[in-house]
């Protein structure tokens, strides 16, 4: 029965090719992002599985017990490695030390590349494999450098690498010793570049590095690794660990280890894991996602199915004249809704595949494997046998004297309230997505409107690159180009924040500061909400005053104006609030404390003279050359830090249309049906009199009233969702407003009533004579 079904399936789609087509693109549009979450997912799976003996692998993590709090790290101490090589059931043990982001120096500019030290194990223990060069290296020659494929081609093209040298800055001089494969899977531990464990050990003599090799209070910057004989020693392993106990001064240390198997999902409670993949909590939203995409794909192709159930009610009613069951029916039906899920999936994925190449946010790499596989065929059988089911259910109802009789007499659905029902959930879904897509752009929009009059195009930053800056300061200050200088981490993207701790009377707080010139706020002609400016004669040994942002003063203390004048405990030193900043600065509206670091100066802000900027730029470099010749100078103007702000907006422009076009297609279909089961009646009308017009209205009317009902549940939805976001940016330029919900509902509403209307106008123009005849 099933091979029967399936060929009659595959017939009627090929007859009806346009319509099938229709239905396939509906369906792929919706099961995109479906088919780009479950990726993902896979990804997150997948993560750190191309390693051998990944059941043997264990990370060490640090448990920091201080007077407030208990804290597990994912790092550990350097010291912690060498006392567990003597452990007889471990095999291996690999150190990493993370540095971080430093500038190598091109010709092009700076590029900045993630650096580990390492050593010879890291290639024996983990499945990172080498293209070229030997692992030995490492331990043979500290200026050797290692670079992975990607990081290789971003330097130097297609040009060979090994053999080059190349220079960090504040590191040194390197030369390429070895290529390192691209993983074939993500992993928790990411490679750019590897130095050897013995060039960060010459690199803390020289003082550029700071001391960790010895140094057990160092735990948060390295990561020690261990392959044990078995994945049974894991529970002895953690017994030993306990022998590893270290006092520091202000807290203690406690040692425990975790399968390297168990790093991905992502565990919150663990510190210093940044690339450790998506928690639990990321995972099951994505899920519940996909079961939304899954529903919306299914009224699509449902709506666009039941617009030709009357071209199928003779085809129905013939089959089951010659002994067809209505089981036999809804198997074919089924079968043809699971077969167009499936075209639908085939289209999808190389749609999905130029999306994750070309857009670096959705770069991620997994496995092509059976696991995959299934799931996306099961992911489109569900979106297929949940899209199929009630119109196979309606339309196998059909009784053969009704159908062979008077087709238009036929009523899919018995009761109007189902019917309805449908109309109203399509809609809601629809309204939304578009209000929460609305508010996402107005966001864009507003933050983007801010910047513009807040930047003046005028400014040009400089990464200070960790100089002394006055000398520096004072000579691009007497630049005739130049207007004024102002050494702050504020205007400047990314902004440069720091993390301190608020205490005021009972509140602990974790608050983010920028360092700011005193001379900013008079400067760009900022006025202050209460309170007044850095005094002119600021101290730079200790700080005395700062200032804060209206989000921050709320937080801190509820009736905010009371703020200005108290004294907070910020860190370890007293301070006084003495103004209070308005919230909406560049786009700058969570919690945020100004203050007057000297020593945390990361950026010059240089406000030049109109219409010199290739001068001002080209002094400015020949300034900083002499300054500092052995590095580049990495300057840009303030407003070209924002020009993305546009593309995003674009990015939600192009996801309202493609929402639009998935809602058109769904609302088409049951526009089409409902005027077919009405062309009787306005045969009938047009008969007595009506006017095209008045037939258009008295079919357009009922489904605005629809309309209006599924805006009832789709608004709210939507409002929920937009406040989710707020809540999330934590901004107020989030807007629930009126206005944004009204255009994302009017959007919904006219492209529902002009689909309508495309129906409604065919059915006004019926001939009353060809529709009676029959009656």
Request: charged letters at 20%; a neutral charge; glycine letters at 6%.
């Given at each position: 029965?099933?091979?029967?079904?399936?060929?009659?399936?595959?017939?009627i789609?090929?007859?009806?090719?346009?319509?099938?087509?229709?239905?396939?693109?509906?369906?792929s549009?919706?099961?995109a992002?479906?088919?780009?979450?479950f990726?993902?997912?896979?990804?997150?799976h997948?993560?750190?599985?191309?390693?051998?003996?990944?059941?043997?692998?264990?990370?060490?993590?640090?448990q920091?017990?201080?007077?407030?709090?208990?804290t597990?790290?994912?790092?550990?101490?350097?010291?912690?490695?060498?006392?567990?090589e003597?452990?007889?059931f471990?095999e291996?043990?690999?150190?990493?030390?993370l540095?971080g982001?430093?500038?190598?120096?091109?010709d092009?500019?700076?590029?900045?590349?993630?650096?580990?030290?390492?050593e010879p194990s890291?290639?024996?223990?983990?499945?990172?494999?080498?293209?070229?060069?030997?692992?030995q290296?490492?331990?043979?020659?500290?200026?050797s450098?290692f670079?992975?494929?990607?990081?290789?081609?971003?330097?130097?093209?297609?040009?060979?690498?090994l053999g080059?040298?190349?220079?960090?800055e504040?590191l040194?001089?390197?030369t390429?010793?070895?290529?390192?494969?691209d993983?074939?899977?993500?992993?928790?531990l990411?490679?750019e570049a590897?130095?050897?464990?013995?060039?960060?050990e010459?690199?803390?003599?020289k003082?550029?590095?700071?001391?960790?090799?010895?140094?057990w209070?160092?735990?948060?910057?390295?990561?020690i690794y261990?392959?044990l004989?078995?994945e049974?020693?894991l529970?002895?392993?953690?017994t030993?660990?306990?022998?590893?106990?270290?006092?520091?001064d202000?807290?203690?240390?406690?040692f425990?280890a975790?399968?390297?198997?168990?790093?991905?999902?992502?565990?919150?409670?663990?510190?210093?894991?940044?690339?450790?993949?998506?928690?639990?909590?990321?995972?099951?939203i994505q899920?519940?996602?996909i079961?939304a995409l899954?529903?919306?794909?299914?009224?699509?192709?449902i709506?666009?199915?039941?617009?030709r159930?009357?071209?199928?009610?003779?085809?129905?009613g013939?089959?089951?004249?010659?002994?067809a069951?209505?089981?036999?029916?809804?198997g074919?039906?089924?079968?043809e809704?699971?077969?167009?899920?499936?075209?639908?999936?085939?289209?999808?994925?190389?749609c999905?595949?130029i999306?994750?190449?070309?857009?670096?946010?959705?770069?991620v790499?997994?496995?092509?494997?059976i696991?995959l596989?299934?799931?996306?065929?099961t992911?489109?059988?569900?979106?297929g046998l949940?899209?199929?089911?009630?119109?196979?259910?309606?339309?196998?109802?059909?009784k053969?004297i009704?159908?062979?009789r008077?087709?238009k007499?036929?009523?899919?659905?018995q009761?109007?309230?189902?019917?309805?029902?449908?109309?109203?959930?399509?809609?809601?879904?629809t309204?939304?997505?578009?209000?929460?897509?609305v508010?996402?752009?107005?966001?864009?929009?507003k933050?983007?409107a801010i910047i513009?009059s807040t930047?003046?195009?005028?400014?040009?930053?400089?990464?200070?690159?960790g100089e002394?800056?006055?000398?520096?300061?004072n000579?691009?200050?007497?630049?005739?180009?130049?207007e004024?200088?102002?050494?702050t981490?504020?205007?400047?993207?990314?902004?440069?924040?720091g993390k301190?701790?608020?205490?005021?009377?009972?509140?602990i707080?974790?608050?983010?500061y920028v360092?700011?010139?005193?001379?900013t706020?008079?400067?760009?002609?900022?006025?202050?909400?209460?309170?007044?400016?850095?005094?002119?004669?600021?101290?730079?040994?200790?700080e005395?005053y700062?200032?804060?942002?209206?989000?921050?003063?709320?937080?801190?203390?509820?009736?905010?104006?009371t703020?200005?004048?108290?004294t907070?405990l910020?860190d370890?030193?007293?301070?006084?609030?003495?103004?209070i900043m308005p919230?909406?600065i560049?786009?700058?509206?969570?919690?945020?404390?100004?203050r007057?670091?000297?020593?945390?100066?990361?950026?010059?802000t240089?406000?030049?003279?109109?219409?010199?900027?290739?001068?001002?730029?080209?002094?400015?470099?020949?300034?900083?050359e002499?300054?500092?010749?052995?590095?580049?100078?990495n300057?840009q103007?303030?407003k070209?830090?924002?020009?993305s702000?546009?593309?995003?907006i674009?990015?939600?422009?192009?996801?309202?249309l493609?929402v639009?076009?998935?809602?058109?297609?769904g609302?088409?279909?049951?526009?089409?049906y409902?005027v077919?089961?009405?062309v009787?009646?306005l045969?009938?009308?047009k008969?007595?009199?009506?006017?095209?017009?008045?037939?258009?209205w008295?079919?357009?009317?009922?489904?605005?009233?629809?309309?209006l009902?599924?805006?009832?549940?789709?608004?709210?939805?939507?409002?929920?969702?937009?406040d989710?976001?707020?809540?999330?940016?934590g901004?107020?330029?989030v807007?629930?407003s009126?206005?944004?919900?009204?255009?994302?509902?009017?959007?919904?509403?006219?492209v529902g009533?002009?689909t309508?209307?495309?129906?409604?106008i065919?059915?006004?123009?019926?001939?009353?004579?060809?529709?009676?005849?029959?009656?």
């Amino acid at each position: 029965m099933i091979k029967n079904n399936l060929k009659i399936a595959i017939r009627i789609l090929w007859k009806n090719k346009l319509f099938s087509l229709v239905n396939i693109l509906s369906l792929s549009l919706s099961m995109a992002v479906g088919v780009v979450l479950f990726t993902g997912l896979k990804a997150n799976h997948d993560t750190d599985h191309f390693h051998p003996n990944l059941n043997q692998l264990v990370r060490i993590l640090t448990q920091e017990t201080n007077e407030v709090e208990q804290t597990k790290w994912a790092t550990a101490p350097l010291p912690l490695a060498p006392q567990m090589e003597s452990i007889s059931f471990i095999e291996k043990t690999v150190k990493v030390r993370l540095a971080g982001k430093h500038n190598l120096q091109t010709d092009g500019g700076d590029v900045p590349i993630d650096i580990k030290f390492s050593e010879p194990s890291f290639f024996d223990v983990f499945g990172f494999k080498l293209l070229s060069g030997n692992a030995q290296t490492l331990t043979d020659n500290p200026t050797s450098l290692f670079l992975t494929q990607k990081t290789a081609e971003k330097i130097f093209g297609n040009a060979n690498a090994l053999g080059q040298t190349v220079r960090f800055e504040k590191l040194g001089a390197y030369t390429v010793a070895g290529i390192i494969q691209d993983p074939p899977l993500e992993t928790h531990l990411p490679i750019e570049a590897m130095l050897s464990m013995n060039a960060a050990e010459v690199l803390e003599k020289k003082g550029a590095l700071s001391i960790s090799a010895q140094n057990w209070g160092d735990f948060k910057s390295a990561a020690i690794y261990a392959r044990l004989k078995s994945e049974e020693d894991l529970t002895q392993l953690n017994t030993t660990l306990q022998n590893y106990t270290r006092k520091l001064d202000k807290s203690s240390l406690q040692f425990l280890a975790q399968p390297i198997e168990a790093i991905t999902p992502r565990n919150n409670d663990i510190k210093n894991d940044r690339d450790a993949g998506t928690d639990w909590t990321g995972i099951k939203i994505q899920l519940f996602l996909i079961l939304a995409l899954t529903l919306l794909s299914a009224f699509n192709y449902i709506s666009l199915t039941l617009a030709r159930a009357f071209s199928r009610a003779r085809e129905v009613g013939i089959r089951k004249t010659i002994g067809a069951t209505r089981r036999q029916i809804i198997g074919q039906f089924l079968i043809e809704s699971t077969l167009v899920s499936l075209f639908a999936l085939m289209f999808t994925m190389p749609c999905v595949e130029i999306l994750t190449h070309y857009i670096p946010e959705m770069d991620v790499a997994f496995s092509y494997d059976i696991i995959l596989f299934l799931g996306l065929l099961t992911y489109a059988g569900i979106t297929g046998l949940v899209a199929g089911a009630l119109p196979s259910w309606l339309l196998s109802a059909f009784k053969p004297i009704q159908v062979l009789r008077k087709m238009k007499n036929i009523k899919l659905f018995q009761s109007i309230a189902v019917y309805k029902a449908l109309i109203v959930v399509q809609f809601s879904v629809t309204i939304m997505l578009m209000i929460v897509v609305v508010i996402l752009a107005d966001y864009e929009i507003k933050n983007h409107a801010i910047i513009n009059s807040t930047v003046s195009p005028n400014i040009l930053t400089l990464d200070l690159r960790g100089e002394k800056y006055g000398n520096l300061q004072n000579e691009i200050s007497q630049l005739s180009q130049v207007e004024t200088t102002l050494a702050t981490n504020w205007y400047y993207k990314p902004m440069k924040k720091g993390k301190s701790s608020v205490q005021f009377n009972d509140k602990i707080l974790e608050m983010y500061y920028v360092s700011i010139d005193p001379k900013t706020i008079e400067t760009e002609g900022i006025s202050l909400k209460s309170g007044q400016n850095f005094p002119k004669n600021m101290p730079q040994n200790t700080e005395q005053y700062v200032l804060v942002n209206e989000a921050a003063a709320k937080v801190i203390e509820s009736e905010s104006e009371t703020l200005v004048g108290q004294t907070l405990l910020l860190d370890s030193a007293y301070v006084q609030v003495i103004g209070i900043m308005p919230n909406e600065i560049i786009g700058e509206t969570a919690p945020l404390l100004y203050r007057y670091l000297p020593n945390e100066i990361a950026t010059l802000t240089i406000k030049i003279n109109p219409n010199t900027e290739l001068e001002a730029t080209k002094a400015i470099q020949s300034i900083w050359e002499n300054h500092f010749p052995e590095k580049t100078a990495n300057l840009q103007n303030l407003k070209d830090g924002y020009s993305s702000i546009g593309d995003r907006i674009g990015f939600f422009g192009g996801l309202a249309l493609i929402v639009m076009i998935i809602a058109g297609l769904g609302i088409l279909g049951i526009a089409s049906y409902s005027v077919e089961t009405r062309v009787k009646e306005l045969g009938i009308r047009k008969v007595l009199g009506a006017s095209n017009k008045e037939l258009v209205w008295i079919v357009t009317k009922s489904f605005g009233i629809l309309i209006l009902i599924a805006g009832l549940i789709g608004v709210p939805a939507g409002l929920f969702g937009g406040d989710l976001i707020r809540q999330d940016l934590g901004s107020s330029l989030v807007d629930l407003s009126f206005i944004n919900v009204s255009i994302g509902f009017g959007l919904v509403a006219i492209v529902g009533l002009l689909t309508v209307l495309s129906q409604t106008i065919r059915a006004a123009h019926v001939e009353p004579v060809k529709i009676l005849k029959a009656e």
